[in-house]
């Protein structure tokens, strides 16, 4: 009777890996296409025979959302490294907690970039006129497409981070202190 009780646990199991692997490659994918489409959205445009130039290193915001992309893209691939690493040797709720830990730090450092991102979008598409700042989204259309398509994919990176801190909050919740 044992016997049939663990063959679905090891399947479950498996599942649970697969599912994980999958997710850190969604997180890995989005996260690095985020950062791409940032890193590479400019436009230069004349308004009233002046050159108006848009790059993502001209806001800070956006200069912050591209690198939490980046450091969660790259320390995503090595929690992806960690778990083929320690799959062969079996993975244990302390190392599920290791990667619960990472996933938390990942998710919230991505979280904070895409806020930041879209704070200053939301300025750059709408303007602010309490503040006297005009939206620029009416003359930069291109470049405000592709850093609207950016902080789509980095919501995307965020939602397969926040899955995958589930997953490892309830792995490793069997560590016997």
């Known amino acids: 009777m044992e016997h049939s009780e663990e063959i679905p646990r090891r399947k479950t199991n498996k599942h649970s890996l697969y599912a994980q692997i999958g ?18 959205a400019k436009q230069t445009v004349i308004v009233f025979g002046m050159p108006f130039h848009a790059k993502y290193t001209y806001s800070p915001a956006f200069k912050f959302f591209a690198f939490a992309n980046a450091i969660a893209c790259g320390f995503t691939f090595l929690s992806l ?16 907690f290791v990667l619960f830990l990472h996933d938390l730090f990942m998710m919230s450092l991505m979280l904070s970039g895409v806020a930041a991102g879209t704070a200053i979008g939301y300025v750059g598409r709408y303007g602010n006129s309490h503040s006297g700042w005009t939206e620029i989204c009416g003359y930069l259309k291109k470049y405000c497409d592709r850093v609207m398509t950016s902080m789509v994919l980095s919501y995307l990176s965020v939602v397969c981070l926040l899955v995958l801190t589930v997953i490892s909050a309830g792995k490793s919740r069997q560590i016997k202190l």
Do not use: C, E, N, Y
Request: aromatic share 20%; proline share 3%; hydrophobic share 60%.
């Open 23 to 40: 997710l850190r490659i969604m997180a890995i994918s989005t996260a690095f296409a985020a950062t791409w489409t940032i890193v590479t």
């Open 81 to 96: 490294m960690f778990m083929f690493f320690f799959l062969r040797r079996g993975l244990t709720p302390k190392s599920f």
